[in-house]
């Protein structure tokens, strides 16, 4: 440990790592579905607590495809669905507890509740129009067949990300940079942090640094590689939670944590990532906040998304939802502590689904529970019976 650097960020318990590194290889064991999303983004003009979203979700085992396509916190009337630039559904948004929703839902082979699926949208600009006005829009990401991948777009806060609408939605490609923290310095450096549903690389770039030295990085104050610069002062560090050939294993949680750069006992780069980065799985835009859950192998099938959302007025939602579960009831501990029950039911045409809901503001008409803990940086499972089935730490 090198003293002095009392704003160094602590790991959070440890359960971060376990929950960016060692679940997420028991997902990625399930060859059989293929998955991609795309979060739409509003349209000039447009509130900016519109959303909208369209999933293309490929089951090769059963033999069913399926297309979703969302759009909610947009006025009350009827919206146009277009995929390509062609026409293919109408919804009608209507007021619910929670604001205003429409949805779609297409299947191939067709079943009740469903319109027929006679496209494929992946690769596809989908839009959603009114009144042939483009509200929302997004870019659906394609994938190789039973990949298992989701794809979505968006920028994340206070964070350049280089990531498009047609990029896995499990992958952030973050570029930060170093601080030159030393008056006689004319070092720089950049740190790129790629994070998929199973694998998480770290990439780092260094400039101007002085080719006779070896240069010590610490990630909060922990020594994780040594750097000897090239004759030209350039150097690369490469890190990966499942590290090969030239790779260093990735040791350091990158979600949260500060980098540093030694000279000896002279700080010479300094990048404070202060929770900027996002750990795989995540999306967060502007009011909203999502998360994938991940399967801890007790049930390969399953998977789960944990959000939180504010809306207009102050209010803050939060929810929960599962999927592919055997049905029964299921606690969600959040810090160890049960705060609700999700019933998991048969969802019109296949599988299990439930969800549970939250919000600051109810009423005694409101099917959500109140909002009395705060997810920010806590550990939410999903338990069955006394076994642990989902788990995530929420991003604080």
């Known amino acids: 440990m090198r003293g002095g650097k009392a704003g160094l960020m602590a790991f959070a318990g ?108 992946r690769g596809q600009l989908v839009e959603w129009r009114q009144g042939g006005t483009v509200v929302m829009s997004g870019q659906l990401g394609t994938t190789a067949p039973a990949s298992g991948a989701r794809t979505g777009g968006g920028s994340r806060d206070g964070v350049s990300n280089n990531s498009r609408g047609n990029s896995n939605k499990h992958s952030t490609n973050n570029t930060l940079s170093f601080d030159d923290s030393s008056a006689r310095s004319n070092s720089s450096g950049s740190i790129q942090i790629k994070s998929k549903r199973n694998r998480v690389d770290v990439s780092m770039k260094f400039k101007g640094l002085d080719s006779s030295k070896t240069y010590l990085v610490t990630a909060d104050g922990v020594e994780v590689a040594t750097v000897k610069p090239r004759r030209n002062g350039n150097a690369k560090l490469k890190f990966s939670s499942r590290a090969k050939g030239k790779k260093l ?116 008409a409101d099917h959500r529970l109140p909002l009395t803990f705060d997810p920010a940086g806590a550990l939410l499972e999903v338990v069955g019976g006394g076994t642990v089935y989902l788990t995530v730490v929420f991003p604080a």
């Open 14 to 121: 440890g359960a971060m790592l376990a929950a960016l590194f060692a679940a997420p290889l028991a997902v990625a064991n399930n060859d059989d579905q293929t998955e991609v999303e795309v979060r739409m983004n509003p349209a000039p003009g447009t509130s900016t607590f519109a959303d909208g979203k369209v999933r293309f979700r490929e089951r090769a085992s059963r033999g069913r495809t399926d297309v979703r396509a969302q759009i909610e916190d947009v006025a009350l009337g009827d919206y146009d669905f277009f995929v390509g630039g062609i026409f293919r559904a109408t919804v009608t948004v209507i007021a619910t507890p929670s604001g205003t929703e429409g949805d779609l839902q297409f299947r191939n082979p067709t079943e009740p509740q469903h319109l027929p699926l006679d496209f494929d949208p």
């Open 249 to 364: 294993p990735l040791t350091f949680d990158p979600v949260q944590v500060v980098l540093e750069m030694w000279d000896g006992t002279d700080r010479v780069l300094i990048a404070p990532l202060d929770g900027k980065t996002t750990r795989p799985g995540t999306r967060s835009r502007g009011n909203r906040v999502e998360v994938d859950m991940d399967s801890t192998g007790a049930d390969f099938d399953a998977n789960g998304e944990a959000e939180l959302r504010m809306r207009n007025g102050g209010r803050v939602d939060f929810q929960v939802e599962v999927e592919d579960l055997d049905m029964g009831s299921y606690d969600l501990r959040v810090d160890g502590v049960v705060v609700g029950t999700i019933n998991v039911a048969a969802q019109v045409g296949g599988g299990t689904g439930g969800e549970i809901e939250f919000s600051s503001q109810v009423d005694d």
